[in-house]
T-cell receptor, first 118, second 114 residues
């Protein structure tokens, strides 16, 4: 089946620094990747949608200058949290969509990255 | 606006019994997908079952089946012969043909007891 990886799985950084999270589709080409944020015991909130070779589309309330998304290839998207603060601590999940056939739309999820800002 | 509502924050069931998780949704689109995802303690999102809105037949995957009522905008998940490994958060999600986005419900925490 389709596999999506994320790296790192856990990261701790100091307040004011930047951290980059990678999302890779390992065995398929993903024209669209999605970034979600999940607070403890809460649901997934979509942050942005990225298409290969174009600018990401951010959801309302998400700061595009703080959460930089790059989708340079059909298998790699990155999320950079710039000037991180403790309130950015969260679980970040990426997913990738693969459309195979007229009725096979599905998002495949990465294992998530736990970010802790101290 | 599209919304997904899961009215049961927590459910519990005894091993081997059957449990039904509720989900209602709202959308103005005619074509869409509905999903149930499972998130165990590892936090990896796992697709449980998928239903295409244009299909009248309810989807089934082994012990998991759905009751899809399109007119009522209801999409419940039935888990038969519950197993300890079914313990997890379950999220109902609405997928748009137009935007490719998924809208998630708030989740139901299911505990399976021995």
């Amino acid at each position: 089946g389709a596999v999506v990886s994320q790296h790192p799985s856990r990261v701790i950084c100091k307040s004011g620094t930047s951290v980059k999270i990678e999302c890779r589709s390992l065995d398929f080409q993903a024209t669209t990747m999605f970034w979600y944020r999940q607070f403890p015991k809460q649901s997934l909130m979509l942050m942005a949608t990225s298409n290969e070779g174009s600018k990401a589309t951010y959801e309302q309330g998400v700061e595009k200058d703080k959460f930089l998304i790059n989708h340079a290839s059909l298998t790699l998207s990155t999320l950079t949290v710039t000037s991180a603060h403790p309130e950015d601590s969260s679980f970040y999940i990426c997913s990738a969509s693969s459309i195979s056939g007229a009725s096979s739309y599905e998002q495949y999820f990465g294992p998530g990255t736990r970010l802790t800002v101290t | 606006a599209q919304t997904v509502t899961q009215s049961q924050p927590e459910m519990s069931v005894q091993e081997a019994e059957t449990v039904t998780l509720s989900c209602t949704y709202d959308t103005s689109e005619n074509n869409y997908y509905l999903f149930w995802y499972k998130q165990p303690p590892s936090r990896q999102m796992i697709l449980v079952i998928r239903q295409e809105a244009y299909k009248q037949q309810n989807a089934t995957e082994n012990r998991f089946s759905v009751n899809f009522q399109k007119a009522a905008k209801s999409f419940s998940l039935k888990i038969s012969d519950s197993q300890l490994g079914d313990t997890a958060m379950y999220f109902c999600a609405l997928g748009s043909y137009n935007t490719d986005k998924l809208i998630f419900g708030t989740g139901t925490r299911l505990q399976v007891f021995p």
